[in-house]
Structures are given as C-alpha cells and as structure tokens.
C-alpha cells in the first residue's frame, strides 16, 4: 500500500510485529505505546506519523522527526526528551516537533529538555517518576 512506501524497511517489520501480536496474543489494542531513542527516536517520530492510527501514546527520546509529516500524528500524544547539551542529535529537533505539535495537536503534548545533558538523556527518562504512568493512562478510543 501506499503508506508501506515511505516507511522504511525496519520500521514496516516493527508495525507487522505489532500486528502480528495483537492478533495471536491478548494485547488491548487500545494501549500500543511506542519509545525509542536516538536512531529509535527518529523511528518513533516515524512509525507514529505514518500510522498514527496504531498508537496510544508516544516518547521519542533525542531524536527528531520530518515536521510536514508530522501533521499526521496531531492526534497521538506525546512525551518528546531530549538533553540540551546532546553532540550527536541536536536538541534543535526536538524544539521544532514539540512547538509545531504544541501549535497544531489535538492532544496533550509534553517535552521534558535535560539541562547540562549529552546524547544519554535516557539515563534520566527512565528516572522519571510518572514516566510509564504518563503511557498506562493513555488509550485510544474508537480503534479498528
């Protein structure tokens, strides 16, 4: 299909696994959430702006997103992190997807900046205390 085309061939494999475990195991298929960081982060931007329709909420983590396709996913929350300090990701990717989804999203969107952080901002989004509340809450409604 048409939406096969601009996902890559990785990304294709992780949305068939999703779909291949919800139809053999219990899985709500209301509470798919999805994370990632780094290369993963710039995956989850990815996967949940080309099938936003799949997802109940989504963390990328110092990674960064194409903001036209973006648009997309204004209906999915998200919890956007990076640390301001990163070398490797510029957390100049994560301003731009959180603002542009801050001013066009349907939803709650949060971004947490580590200050003083490098490219291990996952070392501190893992601490975060309400961080896997933050997703257990989250569920979709009205999902085929």
Known sequence: TEDKKSI??????????????IKEK?????RIY??????GGYG????VSNRPEIFAAAAPICGGSDIELLQNATEVPFWIFHGDM????SVENSRK???????KSKTNI?????????HNAWDFVFKEENFFDWFFKKRKINIE
């Open 97 to 103: 997807a959180y603002n542009f989804l801050l001013e």
């Open 8 to 21: 890559s061939l990785y990304g294709n494999l992780v949305i068939e696994l999703i779909k291949h475990l």
């Open 44 to 47: 989850v931007f990815d996967l």
């Open 110 to 118: 949060l971004y947490t900046e580590y200050k003083g952080v490098y």
């Open 34 to 39: 999805i994370s990632g960081l780094s290369m």
């Open 26 to 30: 219990n899985i709500d298929k209301n």
């Open 86 to 89: 990163d070398r490797v990701v």
